[in-house]
């Protein structure tokens, strides 16, 4: 499964890697490696709170993947 959170900061992507981890992506940057993609929203979460990325009172929240957008990566 393929996960992506459009914050107003910018785009946060979740993508499997082979042996089971989930990288993390912002701004087509690799943010980190997580084990499960709960984390690594946990992960975006965290970025987003952190300064220089948030925006005046706005904190987005994509902690929880049901808010993702998410796509199948079937063959």
Do not use: N
Request: proline share 11%; glycine share 6%; aromatic share 14%.
């Amino acid at each position: 499964m393929l996960y992506r959170y459009r914050s107003p900061a910018g785009t946060f992507v979740i993508a499997p890697q082979h042996g089971g981890c989930y990288e993390l992506y912002f701004h087509d940057r690799v943010l980190g490696s997580h084990p499960t993609p709960e984390q690594a929203a946990e992960h975006a979460f965290e970025h987003l709170a952190s300064p220089p990325v948030r925006t005046g009172q706005f904190l987005p929240e994509p902690m929880d993947l049901a808010k993702w957008e998410q796509w199948s990566l079937s063959h």
